[in-house]
């Protein structure tokens, strides 16, 4: 059983341009969901997908997005970036059958300077 | 809203000492509880869980007891190793949110030396 996956581990990007981070995501899980940790906190909801179409959003700006695709890996873009998107971005997947178990990737760190 | 408020860190032990680690939640209705355990450098790994009143859950050691009436639901371990050492977060999710997102609370780091 392949767990959740992240990538890039690491990322520096400069303050107003864009990123992009991918997740794929559990074997046998169709649901997605991204996490982000700012240091010392715990982790905000950022919003879900399931069957290709957000599913839930938590309190954070259009200039945060997503995808996801056919095979249930997923993507978050982030465009004009600032530096409190400073954080630790985490991806978590989940089956429809066991929605309140979700399983995490090891995240990916974004640095915005 | 929905909260989870966790006892605040740091919070350092001897190998062998007895863990509480105390989290209380407010939300509508009866929530699903977990925590979780974050390792230095890794992402999140579920330890426990609770999806109903008096319900225990356990894991390595660790237990938690879902307390309805004073709406807890407190981390227990009676006796702790240093590969312990990691931050661990209380979390809910509100059943009846269609979406399933964790709230989490802020976290508490746990320190123990040999």
New interface residues.
Partial sequence: ETGVTQSPTHLIKTRGQQVTLRCSSQSGHNTVSWYQQALGQGPQFIFQYYREEENGRGNFPPRFSGLQFPNYSSELNVNALELDDSALYLCASSSRTELYEQYFGPGTRLTVT | GNS?TQMEGPVTLSEEAFLTINCTYTATGYP?LFW?VQYPG?????LL?A?KADDKGSNKGFEATYRKETTSFHLEKGSVQVSDSAVY?C?L?P?N???????????TRLSVIA
């Fill in positions: 989870v699903s979780y890794e992402g999140l790994q579920l869980k999806t977060f979390a999710t059943k949110s269609g979406n399933t997102p964790l709230v989490f609370g802020k976290g």
